[in-house]
């Protein structure tokens, strides 16, 4: 979810103490002196385990009772699944529509070292959380923290309407396991924020998106402009419907993704520049917590989310 230096990402198991510093600079957010020594082993680990092109850091949801650690494996590994899973991972004739960006989620034990795949999050398990969602707000409150425990479940009642007219609506009890709960929360996070500046990625002929060796950063300029910032996710369909038609081969292996700008409700993003630190820092007010930064003119840059997994539903008014 951290962009590369060269063809390296920033918050892999080589250089996540250099990352986690800048991040900590341009957050507060800090890994303690333990996490340091062991998330760059274990995260190495799940790499070589899982023969992932990249894993990276992605951040901490944080429960009542612990919190959970989040890394993502993207690459080959996630591109082979995908397509044994019958999921569409090619690119439409001259790079109109990428159809998906692989990526494998996962959070970190109880022991420290090894990591879960945390599950995939179908349609039965959106409609579970917006079921319970639902409920939450109904009993007043506007959110429910998890709670640090994986095997947790949640018990909640739905309201069924009658299925004629005149008949009486019936309750039925459900249940939503953390887990299941987790992967949908990050998911969501995922899809509304993953930045990476314009360039970083380039999308091949062979279908692949790959780190850009030639990125050399961003200047002050472009750094300080939301459209230098880009989502690491399959474009939305009318983004990719409005690409030129008249663009280049070489332009749209640059241009393929969905640019932070066309983000709803507008102004959804804060940008700054850190002159002391010469970072460029931009926050997420949609799901605060989020932060992306680039160093300028330096290919270094990452992003992390740090939070509870509370949306800014106010946002509309705010602006």
Same mark, same amino acid.
Not at 24 to 32: H, K, N, P, R, V
Not at 205 to 227: C, E, H, K, M, T
């Given at each position: 979810r951290l962009g590369g230096l060269g063809t390296q990402t920033t918050m892999d198991s080589e250089v996540l103490a250099l990352s986690s510093?800048?991040?900590?600079?341009?957050?507060?957010?800090?890994?303690?002196?333990?996490q340091r020594a062991l998330l760059p082993p274990s995260l190495e680990i799940l790499k070589i385990e899982n023969k992932f092109s990249r894993v990276v850091f992605w951040g901490k949801l944080q429960g009542k009772m612990g919190d959970y650690f989040i890394a993502q494996g993207l690459g080959e590994a996630a591109s082979m699944d995908a397509k044994v899973q019958g999921g569409e991972i090619v690119v439409a004739e001259y790079f109109e529509t990428l159809k998906t960006i692989p990526k494998k989620t996962y959070r970190l034990s109880p022991d420290g070292v090894g990591w879960t795949l945390l599950p995939t999050v179908d349609e039965a398990v959106k409609t579970k959380v917006a079921e319970y969602e639902a409920s939450v707000r109904g009993s007043g409150k506007v959110f429910e923290p998890l709670m640090g425990d994986a095997a947790n479940v949640f018990k909640f009642t739905v309201t069924i309407p009658p299925a004629e007219e005149g008949a009486e609506a019936t309750t039925e009890e459900r249940e939503l396991v953390e887990d299941e709960r987790l992967a949908a929360m990050v998911a969501e996070i995922d899809e509304a924020t993953s930045v990476?500046?314009?360039?970083?990625?380039?999308?091949?002929?062979?279908?692949?998106?790959?780190?850009?060796?030639?990125?050399?950063?961003?200047?002050?300029?472009?750094?300080?402009? /939301?459209?230098?910032? @880009?989502?690491?996710?399959?474009?939305?369909a009318k983004a990719a419907e409005?690409? =030129?038609?008249?663009? &280049? $081969?070489?332009?749209?292996?640059?241009?393929?993704?969905?640019?932070?700008?066309?983000d709803t409700p507008k102004g959804s993003w804060s940008l700054k520049h850190d002159s002391?630190?010469?970072?460029? /820092?931009?926050?997420? @007010?949609?799901?605060?917590?989020?932060?992306?930064?680039?160093?300028?003119?330096? =290919?270094?840059?990452? &992003? $992390?989310?740090?939070?509870?997994?509370?949306?800014?539903?106010?946002?509309?008014?705010?602006?």
């Open positions: 510093d800048l991040m900590a600079t341009a957050s507060g957010f800090c890994l303690t002196t333990e990476v500046p314009a360039g970083a990625y380039v999308l091949t002929a062979s279908q692949q998106v790959l780190a850009n060796g030639f990125y050399r950063g961003l200047p002050l300029s472009d750094g300080l402009s /939301i459209r230098s910032y @880009l989502h690491m996710r399959s474009p939305h409005e690409a =030129p038609a008249e663009q &280049s $081969a070489m332009v749209k292996s640059r241009d393929f993704l969905d640019s932070v700008a066309g002391p630190n010469n970072l460029i /820092i931009l926050r997420s @007010l949609l799901y605060p917590g989020y932060i992306h930064f680039n160093v300028v003119d330096s =290919p270094l840059h990452g &992003s $992390a989310y740090v939070g509870t997994g509370l949306r800014n539903t106010n946002l509309a008014f705010m602006l």
